[in-house]
């Protein structure tokens, strides 16, 4: 009956005068209530700080905003009510034709299309591009997005040695004036990135050096996702904390009091 109910609430607001007078701050809302979403993601809004993290990437309506890399959704399932009807998401998620991968790439995506398929009126306006480099290096058009935010994938860049070719890519499809917003486990500025990005973490200045070198400009950064509770020298990495607890229940109760990594929130702009 919940799930009626949303449903009828989605198309009301997507057909009427009223969508058009609610803020972004306001669809963000609505769509971390959905009934789309399970008790178990919704039990993280207090970790992740959606609706504060995704106004301060500043996204407004009319605009064209990609999600790299989204993994089992987690973001998607926000922003995709969020922007419907007010923008155009983009999801650039890995390409199946290419051969291998690790094999979550190929699991992950499935279980997202059986959740659009299960879903029509939070994700029918979702569009798609597949993004696997070097294979499938294109994130689209030049001068096309006018956001792309990312969500915890700056170490897999960098162990894949492939952190600045992804980040020229960014700035090849951003519009002039557009914004890129990362989200990262942040590791201690001065630490080797390529030895940190094996444990999760990176540090604030390895992220501005990468965008910098593509020519992007930092822009501003926050303490929304801050945790100074997180030490960063866990026996499984970042990986031992929630929501993964690679650990199982060995020290789950030391883990579980520290909560989800400390987090750099950043945002770059493509000036020129």
Same mark, same amino acid.
């Given at each position: 009956m919940k799930h009626i109910i949303f449903s009828i609430l989605m198309l009301f607001l997507s057909t009427s005068a009223a969508a058009q007078q609610l803020s972004f701050a306001e669809r963000v809302a609505l769509g971390m209530q959905g009934e789309h979403r399970s008790? =178990?993601?919704?039990?993280?809004?207090?970790?992740?700080?959606?609706?504060?993290?995704?106004q301060?990437?500043?996204?407004?309506?009319?605009?064209?905003?990609?999600e790299i890399w989204p993994g089992g959704g987690?973001?998607?399932?926000? %922003?995709?009510?969020?922007?419907?009807d007010y923008g155009s998401?983009?999801?650039?998620?890995?390409?199946?034709?290419?051969e291998g991968q690790p094999a979550y790439r190929y699991d992950l995506p499935k279980k997202m299309d059986q959740e659009f398929a299960d879903n029509p009126e939070v994700?029918? =306006?979702?569009?798609?591009e597949y993004f696997s480099p070097p294979g499938s290096p294109s994130l689209g058009d030049p001068d096309s997005l006018d956001v792309i935010v990312t969500f915890r994938n700056?170490?897999?860049?960098?162990?894949?040695? %492939?952190? =600045?070719?992804?980040?020229?890519?960014?700035?090849?499809? %951003?519009?002039?004036?557009?914004? %890129?917003?990362?989200? =990262?486990?942040r590791a201690e500025d001065g630490q080797d990135p390529v030895k940190t990005a094996k444990n999760g973490y990176v540090s604030e200045a390895a992220v501005k050096k990468l965008a910098s070198n593509a020519g992007l400009e930092?822009?501003?950064?926050?303490?929304?996702?801050?945790?100074?509770?997180?030490?960063?020298?866990h026996p499984e990495?970042?990986?031992?904390?929630?929501?993964t607890n690679q650990l199982g229940e060995k020290d789950k109760e030391k883990y579980t009091a520290i909560g989800e990594s400390d987090r750099m929130t950043l945002r770059f702009r493509k000036t020129r």
């Amino acid at each position: 009956m919940k799930h009626i109910i949303f449903s009828i609430l989605m198309l009301f607001l997507s057909t009427s005068a009223a969508a058009q007078q609610l803020s972004f701050a306001e669809r963000v809302a609505l769509g971390m209530q959905g009934e789309h979403r399970s008790e =178990q993601n919704k039990a993280r809004d207090a970790h992740r700080h959606p609706s504060e993290t995704l106004q301060f990437f500043g996204i407004e309506q009319g605009m064209t905003v990609m999600e790299i890399w989204p993994g089992g959704g987690w973001y998607t399932e926000i %922003l995709a009510p969020a922007m419907r009807d007010y923008g155009s998401l983009i999801i650039a998620t890995w390409d199946p034709e290419i051969e291998g991968q690790p094999a979550y790439r190929y699991d992950l995506p499935k279980k997202m299309d059986q959740e659009f398929a299960d879903n029509p009126e939070v994700y029918d =306006q979702v569009n798609f591009e597949y993004f696997s480099p070097p294979g499938s290096p294109s994130l689209g058009d030049p001068d096309s997005l006018d956001v792309i935010v990312t969500f915890r994938n700056a170490h897999g860049w960098i162990n894949s040695g %492939l952190a =600045q070719d992804v980040f020229n890519e960014f700035y090849r499809v %951003l519009k002039p004036g557009g914004v %890129l917003g990362i989200v =990262q486990h942040r590791a201690e500025d001065g630490q080797d990135p390529v030895k940190t990005a094996k444990n999760g973490y990176v540090s604030e200045a390895a992220v501005k050096k990468l965008a910098s070198n593509a020519g992007l400009e930092f822009e501003s950064s926050s303490e929304i996702n801050a945790n100074p509770r997180d030490s960063k020298d866990h026996p499984e990495g970042v990986w031992t904390l929630p929501p993964t607890n690679q650990l199982g229940e060995k020290d789950k109760e030391k883990y579980t009091a520290i909560g989800e990594s400390d987090r750099m929130t950043l945002r770059f702009r493509k000036t020129r």
